[in-house]
T-cell receptor, first 114, second 114 residues
Framework: DGGITQSPKYLFRKEGQNVTLSCEQN?????MYWYRQDPGQGLRLIYY???????QKGDIAEGYSVSREKKESFPLTVTSAQKNPTAFYLC?????????????FGPGTRLTVL | KNQVEQSPQSLIILEGKNCTLQ??????????LRWYKQDTGRGPVSLTI?????NTKSNGRYTATLDADTKQSSLHITASQLSDSASYIC?????????????FGRGTQLTVWP
């Protein structure tokens, strides 16, 4: 899992609650990403950050929020506005964009809404 | 529209046999193509990465090929082992994107039986 940690591994949430997923990396990477993975679908980009204190929406940002106060950390908050939050969430990081910009993934957090 | 299509969706083989997974893409302009292995409940791990000028890349029993003219790639697994059971994801990167934008296939679920 290459120096990227995600916690918790499993998370249960009641409807109407906000929850925050943790992502930490010690690879000294500038860029970090959050993806959502649903059964039978490819990974979909939620948010990304290329530098500290800056982040951009991905393809499915509605109902999610992020912060990037430190280079090592990129937490994701799943808000009550997210209509179908049950999924597997993956965090990734990469070196600055280049010809071989390779993303390293964390072990994932499985979120279940009860 | 930038897309990555993988086939077959699922595959079952006997231990010790070889297999080949396919990936077709329409991503343009092309930067590089990667194959990831994802064990159930874990994050994807990179197997190979190929740029436009590379048409084959090996990593142990895994050999990836790339035909940039036909926009096709394959991943060949030799002498399969039980531990090869996983989802294999083809990922294509678009050149020129400040994000280092990645396009993900839905994956091929490989099961190796003893």
């Amino acid at each position: 899992d290459g120096g990227i940690t995600q916690s918790p591994k499993y998370l249960f949430r009641k409807e109407g609650q906000n929850v925050t997923l943790s992502c930490e990396q010690n690879l000294n990477h500038d860029a970090m990403y959050w993806y959502r993975q649903d059964p039978g679908q490819g990974l979909r980009l939620i948010y990304y950050s290329q530098i500290v204190n800056d982040f951009q929406k991905g393809d499915i940002a509605e109902g999610y929020s992020v912060s990037r106060e430190k280079k090592e950390s990129f937490p994701l908050t799943v808000t009550s506005a997210q209509k179908n939050p049950t999924a597997f969430y993956l965090c990734a990081s990469s070196t600055p964009v280049g010809a071989r910009n390779e993303q390293f993934f964390g072990p994932g957090t499985r979120l279940t809404v009860l | 529209k930038n897309q990555v299509e993988q086939s077959p969706q699922s595959l079952i083989i006997l231990e010790g046999k070889n297999c080949t997974l396919q990936c077709n893409y329409t991503v343009s302009p092309f930067s590089n193509l990667r194959w990831y292995k994802q064990d159930t409940g874990r994050g994807p791990v990179s197997l190979t990465i190929m740029t436009f000028s590379e048409n084959t890349k090996s990593n142990g029993r895994y050999t990836a090929t790339l035909d940039a003219d036909t926009k096709q790639s394959s991943l060949h697994i030799t002498a399969s082992q039980l531990s090869d059971s996983a989802s294999y994801i083809c990922v294509v990167s678009a050149r020129g994107s400040t994000l280092g934008r990645l396009y993900f296939g839905r994956g091929t679920q490989l099961t190796v039986w003893p």
